[in-house]
């Protein structure tokens, strides 16, 4: 079963006008779908659930409760409000892990998305992009595909030890092994960027069930060709995924922003905090 939405939002005193499309299905193989997504301006993400139907399913929708919880939608939030839905949803997905004869099952969930963000004086309104596994984030520019997030997986930490290639990542035997995720342990380290605002942005944000069946030139080529898709561009990359095996649940939400200006006023956030060293970028500001 597909899920679809569609939306345009703008938010107030022109600091974006934001369209998004959001697409989930269960694929080809699967017989749940453990994906979950969050596409309300001004935050978008995917969670890609895991630990056996249930716990991967309940996994991926804490995260999108304890976000909700937290943001006030249609509203720009600060870098701390992000880091501490991350640092709750956590908690929360580790409250449904619990013991059996069989010893703990254990749930858990990857977690990728983008926010746009009140900076502080300094920086402004920003895109906040964060990422705990191997769910992605891409930004399109409309003519190169580049991957901002970087995947908390076994065969990455192959291809950044030089030990593999990239190409050869994908055929890899421990290709689904990822070494971070939420509810894997009592604390969670996101990683996160701090990214420009610059006239129109797009972003893609999906889990691994794109990735698996398409590759980056693919998903450009969607992206650069679009044709008109009932669902937008999402529905179209999911399509896509489905038509090439579909061995996994695929989720994609794509981001499409035009930024009026680089300032955020007093009344278009609660909160001007300046944002915390943890918000930097971990492999320098993209």
């Known amino acids: 079963m597909a899920i679809d939405d569609e939306g345009r939002t703008a938010l107030p005193h022109g600091g974006a006008v934001i369209a998004h499309?959001?697409?989930?299905?269960?694929?080809?193989v699967r017989q749940v779908n453990e994906d979950s997504y969050l596409a309300e301006a001004p935050v978008y993400l995917v969670a890609d659930g895991m630990g056996g139907h249930a716990k991967g399913d309940a996994a991926s929708r804490a995260v999108l409760e304890t976000f909700r919880r937290h943001l006030e939608f249609g509203r720009v939030s600060t870098p701390e409000q992000i880091l501490d839905a991350i640092h709750s949803s956590n908690e929360a997905v580790r409250a449904l892990s619990d013991d059996g004869e069989l010893g703990t099952a254990v749930a858990g969930t990857t977690l990728a998305g983008v926010?746009?963000?009140?900076?502080?004086?300094?920086?402004?309104?920003?895109?906040?992009?964060?990422?705990?596994?191997?769910?992605?984030?891409?930004?399109?520019?409309?003519?190169?595909?580049?991957?901002?997030?970087?995947?908390?997986?076994?065969?990455?930490?192959?291809?950044?030890?030089?030990?593999?290639?990239?190409?050869?990542?994908?055929?890899?035997?421990?290709?689904?092994?990822?070494?971070?995720?939420?509810g894997a342990e009592?604390?969670?380290?996101?990683?996160?960027?701090?990214?420009?605002?610059?006239?129109?942005?797009?972003?893609?944000?999906?889990?691994?069930?794109?990735?698996?069946?398409?590759?980056?030139?693919?998903?450009?080529?969607?992206?650069?060709?679009?044709?008109g898709h009932a669902h937008g561009l999402a529905g179209e990359l999911v399509d896509q995924a489905l038509a090439r095996g579909g061995r996994d649940n695929v989720t994609v939400v794509v981001v499409e922003a035009e930024s009026g200006h680089h300032g955020v006023d007093e009344e278009t956030t609660r909160d001007r905090a300046p944002a915390p060293e943890d918000t930097l970028p971990r492999r320098g500001e993209a």
Not at 21 to 28: I, K, Q, Y
Not at 132 to 161: K, P
Not at 203 to 210: A, E, H, R, T, W
Not at 215 to 225: K, N
Request: charged fraction near 30%; glycine fraction near 8%.
């Open 21 to 28: 499309s959001a697409s989930s299905d269960v694929g080809r």
């Open 115 to 182: 926010a746009l963000v009140d900076a502080g004086a300094d920086d402004g309104l920003r895109w906040m992009a964060f990422n705990v596994g191997d769910s992605r984030v891409y930004a399109w520019d409309g003519r190169r595909l580049r991957q901002v997030s970087v995947d908390h997986s076994a065969v990455q930490e192959l291809v950044d030890a030089g030990v593999i290639r990239q190409s050869e990542a994908e055929r890899h035997p421990e290709r689904n092994v990822i070494t971070r995720a939420l």
């Open 186 to 227: 009592e604390s969670v380290e996101p990683d996160v960027w701090l990214l420009p605002t610059e006239g129109r942005q797009v972003f893609l944000i999906c889990s691994d069930g794109l990735t698996k069946e398409l590759d980056d030139h693919a998903i450009a080529e969607v992206l650069a060709t679009g044709r």
